[in-house]
């Protein structure tokens, strides 16, 4: 008996290990019908349940869940309250298990007395005894639960109650009717039940575990999403008033950190990744805050005083965004390096192509294309054709060539209806595009800028 109930021990533990990994509540409902069936078939015993004990989000509410029922009438459903009382009851239970039996015929025994340090005996009952040896529960243990219960439960034929406790925490009850074959239940057998118990009651309890988990985790990306929508939302504010003081050019910083976003998507930039693109996009002028606003608005074109002045804004814009923590990183630098060149000929440190992030070169395509589509005090904007010439004649000095062949790519998607947003259309008003004319310009200059087409040309001649 002893190696066959190991065995049995072994493997419904492994039963109950399997459980742990289950995180479907389908899957974790069959478990648990799995493990009674199992318990009931290893000592023959005809009925039984599996009922959980949850802590509910109402105090109030103190009532249980079915989890796995067996042999019992087919319209009982076995649903208690269990009071914060009875918790305590059950879960100082000294012997794991009660004889509902003998609490129901031996209503004046001591375990309806609510003196807690009595220890008692369970009554035996059928004779020479139902348990073969018997029981111990505290005095305390059942007044209140058992008051309420113990009668429909015999009446069901449930004779033991074994309450599950993890961790110190009452996880649920199973109830157990008597064997088949009539006779009681031994010392061996109760240790079986008792183990097998402990098994399930574990797998309950790391159901529930999961599932806490499972809603931690849901409300805290509800929360982070939260956070970055207020980040966003500030961020466009603060964009907004950047462009208040720049009053020729409104929707200026939105409009480029539209631009980034949309040439990093391009790029293939991860969701985050795009989201920070944007981010630099409307904060990439922000150092224009600390420039005197008669040189940002003036109606000519500034001198060289007036330029070097208006040229401090990317090094004060990484001053003003270094401290700030970002949840995306290097925004400050493309600040600071939005107006570098790929030939070093650029600000505010003459860094060369390998030498200016990714990032940066990003947003300072975008900003030129604003700045070339949209009308200054002293220059309207140019035609499409023109802004065309301009980045074939600047893509190698001033911008980068991967830069320019994603946003061309991303325009084109536009144009031909591969994407739905009109997002280019927007920003530059109704007719400045024409699909027919530009797609082919478009084409022709990503031909140019492919390296693979101009060495498949240099080849030809
Ligand atoms: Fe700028």
Known sequence: MESNTQKLIHSFGAL??????????????????????????????????IIECPTHLLPEDKSTNLLAVWGLGDDYHP???????????????????????????SPTSNVQSQNSDVEREVSTVRGSGWVE????????????????????????GIELIIPMAVRGELTGLVLLGGKASGEPFTADDL??????????GVGIHTHRLLGEVKQQALQNRRLYEDLRAI??????????????????????????????????????FGEEEVEGMAIAGYLHDVGKLV????????????????????????????EILSPIHHP??????????????????????????????????IVTLADSFDAMTTDRPYKTRRTFDEVIVDLRRNTGSQFDAIVVTAFCRALIKELNGETKERRFNKMLGKNYLDATKDIPLLNQLLAELDPNTQSAAAGTT
């Not at 240790?191 to 399930?200: D, P």
């Not at 003036?298 to 990484?318: C, M, V």
């Open 16 to 49: 109950a290990d399997l459980g742990q990994e289950v995180a479907d509540s389908g899957d974790f409902m069959e478990m648990v019908r799995t493990s009674l069936h199992l318990l009931l078939g290893t000592l023959a015993i005809r009925r039984g349940a």
């Open 79 to 105: 649903h208690f309250d269990v009071e914060d009382a009875d918790r305590e009851t059950f879960l100082n239970v000294t012997d794991g298990a009660i004889d509902v039996l003998g609490l129901v015929q």
């Open 133 to 156: 040896e018997s029981l111990g529960t505290t005095a305390e243990s059942s007044p209140v639960f058992f008051d309420r219960y113990a009668t429909e439960l015999t009446q069901q």
């Open 191 to 200: 240790e079986v039940i008792k183990s097998m118990v402990r098994h399930i």
């Open 231 to 268: 980040y966003r939302d500030t961020v466009r504010a603060f964009a907004a008033a950047i462009d208040i003081k720049d009053k020729y050019t409104q929707g200026h910083s939105e409009r480029v950190g539209r631009y980034s976003e949309i040439i990093a998507r391009e790029l293939g």
């Open 291 to 318: 420039v005197e606003r008669d040189i940002i608005n003036a109606p000519y074109r500034i001198d060289a005083k007036q330029s070097s002045e208006l040229n401090r804004h990317p090094a004060a814009g990484f």
């Open 328 to 361: 995306y990183a290097d925004i400050p630098l493309m600040a600071k390096y939005h107006h570098e060149r790929m030939d070093g000929r650029g600000y505010p440190d003459g860094l060369t192509d390998e030498q200016i992030p990714l990032g940066a070169k």
